[in-house]
T-cell receptor
Framework: AQSVTQPDIHITVSEGASLELRCNYS??????LFWYVQSPGQGLQLLLK??????LVQGIKGFEAEFKRSQSSFNLRKPSVHWSDAAEYFC??????????FGDGTTLTVKP | EAGVTQSPTHLIKTRGQQATLRCSPI?????VYWYQQALGLGLQFLLW???????NRGNFPPRFSGRQFPNYSSELNVNALELEDSALYLC????????????????FGPGTRLTVL
């Protein structure tokens, strides 16, 4: 069965600092991987996705993620965080038979 | 292009009642997915509809049901509401699938906040 682990429940960074959110997955074949962001009271917005090819994926809002098959990881990074990046971030493996599996999320707080 | 829309935004019910939640997918999308996001439990897959048929369901009791209409909009029904059904219900849509297998990117609506008193 597929699963996703986001080890960090909550992360606090200062505005302008770099960010890395961790994601580890378990999947029997080549995974399809996604990162979503959710602002309070809102739905999920796709930041980036990995299907195949280049293992470094660029997304919206200056985010990128790197797929590392040997480590079963798909960590999300941003070189300089803005206050508007404060939100909850979800990593997902999807979606055989529609059943995407999401991690429990990491809440990002940005200090001024 | 309009995104996924959900109605109502908020819904308050009492235990034992029925709730109906609605979702309109992005134009051209034929797959609709429902998720439950309860406090402290993350996103849990509920149902997947594609081209009018239920393709898969998550580990939820039968009182959670739904349907997809010919225009690909969808309805989620929750019968005999329980307190623990209080959650944000998210709908997502995607392009058509192949052979019932969906790897497609899902676009999410803003959700319906269901509160059961």
């Amino acid at each position: 069965a597929q699963s996703v682990t986001q080890p960090d429940i909550h992360i606090t960074v200062s505005e302008g600092a770099s960010l890395e959110l961790r994601c580890n997955y378990s999947y029997g074949a080549t995974p399809y991987l996604f990162w979503y962001v959710q602002s309070p009271g809102q739905g999920l917005q796709l930041l980036l996705k990995y299907f195949s090819g280049d293992t470094l994926v660029q997304g919206i809002k200056g985010f990128e993620a790197e797929f590392k098959r040997s480590q079963s990881s798909f960590n999300l990074r941003k070189p300089s965080v803005h206050w508007s990046d404060a939100a909850e971030y979800f990593c997902a493996v999807g979606a055989w038979a529609g059943k995407s599996t999401f991690g429990d999320g990491t809440t990002l707080t940005v200090k001024p | 292009e309009a995104g996924v829309t959900q109605s109502p935004t908020h819904l308050i019910k009492t235990r034992g009642q029925q709730a109906t939640l609605r979702c309109s997918p992005i134009s051209g999308h034929t797959s609709v997915y429902w998720y439950q996001q309860a406090l402290g439990l993350g996103l849990q897959f509920l149902l997947w509809y594609d081209e009018g048929e239920e393709r898969n369901r998550g580990n939820f009791p039968p009182r959670f049901s739904g349907r997809q209409f010919p225009n690909y909009s969808s309805e989620l029904n929750v019968n005999a509401l329980e307190l623990e059904d209080s959650a944000l219900y998210l709908c997502a849509s995607s392009w058509s699938t192949t052979r019932g297998i969906s790897y497609n990117e899902q676009f999410f609506g803003p959700g319906t906040r269901l509160t059961v008193l």
